[in-house]
């Protein structure tokens, strides 16, 4: 008879393979009792290694406070017992109470596990550990990970563990112990950068802050002005009272005007790079600093820019399903389209579709800036989503705006107090970029462009050759 394919098993299995013991790993050495010691003992034994804790006094730590593979002993039998590998799990003021091991540590590999507890400082602690002990091999390493995440491993909480030493043969080893833990080590290079290593867990969001702080600041800019033009100024003016608007109707009208602002932010370094390629005529000269700063952020200027538009949409939707209970929501303007009055329908459905079409594309882009969706896309799929479509969502959110407008800025009664309405000052920036986007697109512009990004340089560029003459241009015209 037939076996059926579910009786089959998908993998070759081998009975006695299953039952064998797990091999007797060798034994790591951990200075210190403490929160990380624990966790580092459990996830250790957990992945087959014999652990020896090494205590300023074993009989006060409670004995069932470390797994079972793992004993208690005094520091110089933790050192003595470990073959290779000792971790130094207490804080890094407490470092010299350690010097009394200095020989036994001898030709061991020691793992300096502390952070900083301030930025910018000029020693590293690892570097301080390996100038105590000369003759040992301090490597830095599983200082960003928290004491929780070592023991859950690889079910949960970060996987990278930062890793540099002087010593490669040393940084090896702990690169495959990290390996065998279940985390993903990252090769830091040499000691000197133990630093910035020991500094990483105290940065706060740091690619973040410029832009959380420009979009923070286009936000007062223009909730103020729209403070003052619609509530403050008729108040003082002609006494009405309408600082009811202040909590939603005010966020929703500042929120589209920032997403908008920033989403041109996105666009406009790019803008400027190809400006300055243009005006230089050669790729091969940095940009200013700023430049470099602003390009670097322009995925978390989007981000930002999605989030204003995804609260604008809700706001929106919350202030609509406000006004239309006690009233039906298909009032006089749809009643109007069969009397041929249409308009304020045309002008209503338009600016809602480019509103929610352009909230749609610009989904897409922010989605495909998170690092696990946009690793999957090769680069032409990247620029396409990234370049392409954010300029379709540029756009539509102009149009946006624009049907919102209608012919209400040709109106004097738009203009209260001598000021023009917050979207009209909101679309400046997006459409000085679009109309440099098209700018650029023209031929002339583009093929120059496209040259200079594939190494053209113009003559007074290109580097001089053995007899001081500029080198001929190999790939391309200089046209
Ligand atoms: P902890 O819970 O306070 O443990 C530190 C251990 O150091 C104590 O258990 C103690 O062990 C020993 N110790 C205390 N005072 C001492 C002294 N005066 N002289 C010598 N040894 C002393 O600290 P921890 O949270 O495990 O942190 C240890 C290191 O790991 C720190 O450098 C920290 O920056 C780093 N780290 C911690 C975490 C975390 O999540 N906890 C994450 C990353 C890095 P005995 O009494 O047994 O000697």
Not at 39 to 50: H, N, P, Q, T, Y
Not at 469 to 477: H, L, R, T
Request: proline fraction near 6%.
């Amino acid at each position: 008879m037939m076996q059926s394919d579910m009786e089959t098993p998908l993998t070759p299995f081998s009975a006695s393979k299953a039952l064998e013991p797990l091999p007797i790993g060798p034994v790591i050495g951990i200075i210190g009792s403490g929160d990380l010691s624990r966790s580092l003992a459990i996830r250790l034994v957990a992945s087959g290694f014999r652990v020896v804790v090494g205590s300023r006094d074993p009989d006060r730590v409670p004995r069932d406070l470390f797994p079972d593979g793992a004993e208690v002993r005094s520091q110089r039998e933790a050192v003595d017992s470990a073959e290779r590998v000792v971790f130094v799990a207490v804080y890094p003021e407490h470092y010299y109470t350690l010097a009394g091991l200095r020989e036994r540590l001898a030709g061991k590999v020691l793992v300096d596990v502390s952070n900083a507890t301030t930025l910018n400082g000029e020693q590293s602690n690892a570097e301080r550990l390996a100038e105590m002990f000369p003759e040992s091999r301090v490597v830095k390493a599983f200082n960003v990970i928290s004491a929780w995440a070592l023991q859950n491993g690889a079910y949960d909480g970060s996987k990278q563990v930062l890793i540099c030493s002087n010593c490669s043969v040393s940084k090896d080893t702990v690169v495959q112990l990290a390996r065998r833990l279940g985390f993903s080590p990252v090769d830091m290079g040499a000691l000197c950068s133990s630093r910035s290593i020991e500094e990483a867990p105290l940065l706060l969001f740091p690619p973040w802050s410029g832009p959380v702080l420009a979009t923070f600041l286009l936000f007062l800019f223009f909730y103020g002005y729209n403070f003052l033009k619609g509530v403050l100024l008729p108040y003082l003016v002609h006494g009405e009272n309408k600082f009811f608007k202040l909590p939603m109707i005010m966020v929703n009208e500042t929120l589209p005007a920032v997403a908008l602002v920033t989403l041109a932010l996105v666009y406009l370094p790019g803008l400027l790079a190809a400006v300055f390629q243009l005006s230089r005529g050669t790729k091969y000269q940095r940009f200013p600093g700023w430049l470099d700063f602003w390009m670097c952020r322009r995925k978390h200027l989007g981000l930002l820019s999605f989030l204003c538009a995804a609260l604008h949409a809700v706001y929106s939707m919350c202030l609509s399903l406000r006004r239309s209970s006690g009233k039906s929501l298909l009032t006089a303007d749809y009643q109007q389209v069969g009397s041929g009055a249409s308009e304020m329908v045309w002008r209503a459905d338009l600016y809602l579709s480019c509103g929610i079409l352009g909230l749609g594309v610009l989904t897409l882009v922010a989605i495909t800036s998170l690092p696990s969706v946009g690793n999957t896309l090769n680069w032409r799929e990247f620029t396409f989503v990234q370049s392409g479509l954010g300029y379709t969502a540029l756009t539509l959110s102009i149009t946006h705006t624009l049907f919102f407008a209608w012919d209400f800025p040709f109106f004097a009664k738009a203009y209260p107090y001598y000021l023009p309405p917050a979207y009209l000052l909101s679309l400046i920036l997006p459409c000085v970029v679009l109309v440099g986007r098209i700018l650029l697109a023209l031929p002339c512009l583009a093929f120059r462009l496209a040259k200079i990004r594939r190494g053209w340089e113009s003559a007074r560029h290109r580097p001089a050759n053995a007899q001081g003459q500029a080198e001929p241009s190999q790939n391309f015209s200089d046209c």
